[in-house]
């Protein structure tokens, strides 16, 4: 039964359960989409940095790597040489900093192996990984989808139960703030409320003399925000150790060498959690 929340004192086929088919996902209390308009603003990197900070304020979290073409979680979870293992419950996901990572890139044979699927085939795949994953002992379902708004996010839209939230990751300039201002419009169109928005690579925060220098034009997010009436709930500085430490599978490590950083992803819980409260 599509739309099924798993609450079934609030459904009409209460009485004739065993016509249900309830999704495994339906016992998942808070389902976070983090979405972009462009590849390369950082959305996988925010998806990853959220899920981590989550499982060390306690939450129980999996992260969802849907982005097919290009599946970044292995590699800033340090995983690109580990493979998901199945057993009786399900396809497990693979456990690191607490975070529990289902991704394409840990199903494949060959990581460097291009995805050459049509839109109904990778709808597939993502309908498999809804049903057949082992979801139990989750409260917090952090999912990255490709950039844009496409067949992917629209299907999870449409088949992921109960309430769902958006995080929309961007960088300050118009190109990529013209592509988030779709993003925006395209939640509200299919009803997904946006939690807030993530502006990434903000500002460099010199190490010599701590002051920040405005890498790319200042305040986009924020303008961005105001006009589309949704809170900014992060501006993420641009860290080249952070990037190194994302490169080499350490992002937690990553976040810990880097105060403001760390310092700007509490707040965006802060009001992610409270939101989701
Ligand atoms: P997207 O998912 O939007 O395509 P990624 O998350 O893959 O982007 O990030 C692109 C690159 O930018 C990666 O190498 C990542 O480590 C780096 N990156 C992302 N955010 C930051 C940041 N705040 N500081 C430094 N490097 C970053």
Redesign the pocket.
């Known amino acids: 039964m599509s739309g099924c929340t798993g609450n079934c004192e609030s459904c009409g086929h209460k009485g004739h359960e065993e016509q249900c088919h309830v999704s495994p996902l339906a016992g998942i209390k808070h389902k976070i989409f983090v979405l972009?308009g462009k590849?390369?603003?950082?959305?996988?990197?925010v998806a990853a940095a959220l899920s981590v900070m989550l499982a060390k304020a306690g939450k129980k979290v999996a992260l969802l790597d849907v982005d097919f073409h290009g599946p970044?979680q292995p590699t800033l979870f340090g995983l690109k040489d580990v493979r998901m293992e199945g057993n009786d419950s399900g396809l497990l996901p693979v456990e690191k900093y607490g975070v529990r990572v289902v991704s394409i890139g840990l199903l494949m044979d060959n990581a460097d192996s291009a995805v050459i699927w049509r839109g109904p085939a990778k709808i597939g795949v993502l309908n498999q990984l809804f049903e057949e994953v082992d979801w139990s002992d989750t409260e917090y379902l952090v999912m990255d989808f490709p950039?844009g708004t496409g067949d992917e996010v629209l299907s999870a839209c449409q088949t992921v139960p109960g309430d769902k939230m958006a995080v929309i990751?961007t960088t300050p300039q118009e190109v990529a703030l013209a592509d988030c201002r779709k993003c925006v419009d395209f939640c509200r169109q299919v009803n997904v409320p946006v939690t807030g928005i993530v502006e990434?690579?903000s500002y460099f925060v010199c190490p010599g003399c701590s002051q920040k220098h405005e890498l790319f034009l200042s305040g986009g997010g924020a303008k961005l925000a105001e006009a589309a009436n949704v809170d900014l709930i992060a501006r993420?500085?641009?860290?080249?150790v952070?990037?190194k430490m994302?490169?080499e599978g350490k992002i937690a490590e990553g976040i810990e060498q880097s105060p403001v950083?760390k310092g700007e992803l509490k707040m965006a819980l802060v009001d992610i959690v409270s939101k989701e409260a």
């Open positions: 972009s590849g390369g603003v950082g959305k996988s990197t970044s950039p990751v990434n690579m993420l500085p641009l860290d080249p952070f990037l994302c490169d950083l």
